[in-house]
């Protein structure tokens, strides 16, 4: 896997509101020889943070202005184990709420240009449904985010098969991942930040990967609105490895329509074409001229209608585009999306290489959400930073492999903002 490590500090000035892409960010993904972290939280890589203190009682920290952390048990998994459900807060208006089980947002509440605060995720108000039916609202995804083509990959000259859950395909990690577990879980506060750190090890041969994968999350809010992810993994003998959050949004606030008048701009001249599957053929395709061309901000909705083969097979978008990445390696700038009604923003930046940008299009009406309100086609959107689909079986794709003695690091930040 080629990571490395940079740093940017990049500021972009929206009609007046300030959308900070990626402040001070540092802990790119990276591939070192240092020895695997099994040691407890590693802070480093967050924003030139003081090391992190013990949450302390939300009363206190709320009267100095600092963002705050809470607990409280949210049921339990058939198997009996008890999840929580964590409340970051911070004084500008956000609150975000992550579950151990399946390290999920539940909740993300931001305020819009007029200071009203609305949930823009989909999620559910139940641990049930999580389990039950969730088509990854909020969770993480591992340990291959995406697809792998007919649940197979070559590793060393040594076959592997994994469950197949998606056609004839792989999605997310197979029929139990890291969406479905519950993590261990930590909370950590510092005078400008708040966050949890999720831990899991994964067993050798789990889902059918090799090697022992020992992974850290850590979810880290500040109070410019930045919602900041932080991904950390080793293993014991060589794997592939491709993590990502699976957040749904819809910046009018979930359960309130479609998406498709949501303005959004990817900084990506290149995409990954797919198959009927939706494999990417191996192609790395300019975006110029299609429907794909985001490069300029566009409506959602203007074109998902088109006769194009790709928008056919993806019944609308669910495609990797392959980020425009300066020599730098660091956090950068991956996409922006506007709803015109609210003026909410999200702003994506990440060390990643690619996104998968998914239009909602298998939101079928048959799920109720959050607010009791049903999901349709189209209510909502995905931007999940990520390696291409299917790398494992394409050699000309950045390489997902990871190796004892690395370790795989990657940064995404989600900034929200309004104007
Ligand atoms: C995939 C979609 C899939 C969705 C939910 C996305 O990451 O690209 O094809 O339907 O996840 O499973």
Do not use: C
């Given at each position: 896997?080629?990571?490395?490590?940079?740093?940017?500090?990049?500021?972009?000035?929206?009609?007046?509101?300030?959308?900070?892409?990626?402040?001070?960010?540092?802990?790119?993904?990276?591939?070192?020889?240092?020895?695997?972290?099994?040691?407890?939280?590693?802070?480093?890589?967050?924003?030139?943070?003081?090391?992190?203190?013990?949450?302390?009682?939300?009363?206190?920290?709320?009267?100095?202005?600092?963002?705050?952390?809470?607990?409280?048990?949210w049921g339990?998994?058939?198997?009996?184990?008890?999840v929580?459900?964590?409340?970051?807060?911070?004084?500008?208006?956000?609150?975000?709420?992550?579950?151990?089980?399946?390290?999920?947002?539940?909740?993300?509440?931001?305020?819009?240009?007029?200071?009203?605060?609305?949930?823009?995720?989909?999620?559910?108000?139940n641990l049930q449904?999580y389990v039950?039916?969730?088509?990854?609202?909020?969770?993480?995804?591992?340990?291959?985010?995406?697809?792998?083509?007919?649940?197979?990959?070559?590793?060393?000259?040594?076959?592997?098969?994994?469950?197949?859950?998606?056609?004839?395909?792989?999605?997310?990690?197979?029929?139990?991942?890291?969406?479905?577990?519950?993590?261990?879980?930590?909370?950590?506060?510092?005078?400008?930040?708040?966050?949890?750190?999720?831990?899991?090890?994964?067993?050798?041969?789990?889902?059918?990967?090799?090697?022992?994968?020992?992974?850290?999350?850590?979810?880290?809010?500040?109070?410019?609105?930045?919602?900041?992810?932080?991904?950390?993994?080793?293993?014991?003998?060589?794997?592939?490895?491709?993590?990502?959050?699976?957040?749904?949004?819809?910046?009018?606030?979930?359960?309130?329509?479609?998406?498709?008048?949501?303005?959004?701009?990817?900084?990506?001249?290149?995409?990954?074409?797919?198959?009927?599957?939706?494999?990417?053929?191996?192609?790395?395709?300019?975006?110029?001229?299609?429907?794909?061309?985001?490069?300029?901000?566009?409506?959602?909705?203007?074109?998902?209608?088109?006769?194009?083969?790709?928008?056919?097979?993806?019944?609308?978008?669910?495609?990797?585009?392959?980020?425009?990445?300066?020599?730098?390696?660091?956090?950068?700038?991956?996409?922006?999306?506007?709803?015109?009604?609210?003026?909410?923003?999200?702003?994506?930046?990440?060390?990643?290489?690619?996104?998968?940008?998914?239009?909602?299009?298998?939101?079928?009406?048959?799920?109720?959400?959050?607010?009791?309100?049903?999901?349709?086609?189209?209510?909502?959107?995905?931007?999940?930073?990520?390696?291409?689909?299917?790398?494992?079986?394409?050699?000309?794709?950045?390489?997902?492999?990871?190796?004892?003695?690395?370790?795989?690091?990657?940064?995404?930040?989600?900034?929200?903002?309004?104007?």
């Amino acid at each position: 896997m080629t990571f490395h490590r940079n740093r940017i500090n990049r500021t972009s000035v929206l009609v007046g509101v300030v959308a900070l892409w990626a402040a001070a960010g540092i802990g790119a993904a990276t591939a070192t020889a240092s020895p695997p972290t099994t040691s407890p939280p590693q802070r480093a890589e967050v924003a030139a943070a003081p090391a992190p203190v013990a949450a302390e009682p939300a009363s206190l920290t709320e009267q100095r202005g600092r963002p705050t952390v809470s607990r409280a048990p949210w049921g339990k998994t058939p198997d009996g184990t008890p999840v929580e459900r964590y409340t970051v807060k911070n004084s500008h208006g956000m609150t975000v709420r992550i579950l151990s089980y399946g390290g999920i947002i539940q909740s993300l509440q931001a305020p819009d240009r007029r200071g009203h605060k609305a949930n823009v995720v989909l999620g559910f108000d139940n641990l049930q449904d999580y389990v039950d039916k969730s088509p990854y609202f909020g969770a993480i995804i591992g340990r291959y985010a995406n697809r792998i083509a007919k649940g197979t990959f070559t590793l060393d000259g040594t076959t592997y098969r994994l469950p197949v859950n998606d056609g004839p395909n792989t999605l997310h990690g197979g029929t139990k991942g890291f969406d479905k577990i519950v993590w261990t879980a930590t909370t950590f506060t510092t005078p400008k930040t708040a966050g949890v750190v999720l831990r899991h090890t994964s067993p050798d041969g789990d889902m059918g990967f090799p090697g022992k994968l020992t992974t850290q999350v850590t979810y880290t809010l500040d109070q410019k609105n930045q919602l900041r992810m932080d991904y950390r993994a080793t293993t014991d003998a060589p794997t592939v490895i491709n993590l990502t959050n699976h957040a749904y949004f819809n910046l009018a606030g979930e359960g309130s329509g479609d998406i498709y008048d949501h303005r959004l701009k990817i900084w990506a001249k290149s995409y990954t074409p797919v198959d009927k599957t939706l494999i990417p053929t191996g192609e790395i395709a300019k975006v110029a001229g299609t429907p794909f061309d985001f490069r300029r901000s566009t409506a959602i909705g203007d074109r998902i209608r088109e006769d194009d083969q790709q928008l056919i097979y993806g019944l609308g978008y669910d495609h990797n585009w392959v980020l425009d990445r300066s020599s730098g390696t660091g956090l950068q700038r991956a996409a922006r999306a506007r709803d015109p009604q609210s003026g909410r923003i999200l702003t994506v930046s990440t060390t990643e290489p690619g996104l998968q940008f998914y239009s909602g299009n298998f939101l079928d009406s048959t799920l109720v959400g959050t607010s009791g309100r049903m999901y349709r086609q189209g209510d909502a959107f995905t931007l999940e930073t990520q390696h291409y689909p299917d790398s494992p079986n394409q050699p000309n794709f950045p390489s997902t492999v990871l190796r004892p003695g690395e370790e795989f690091r990657s940064s995404t930040i989600y900034g929200f903002s309004a104007s």
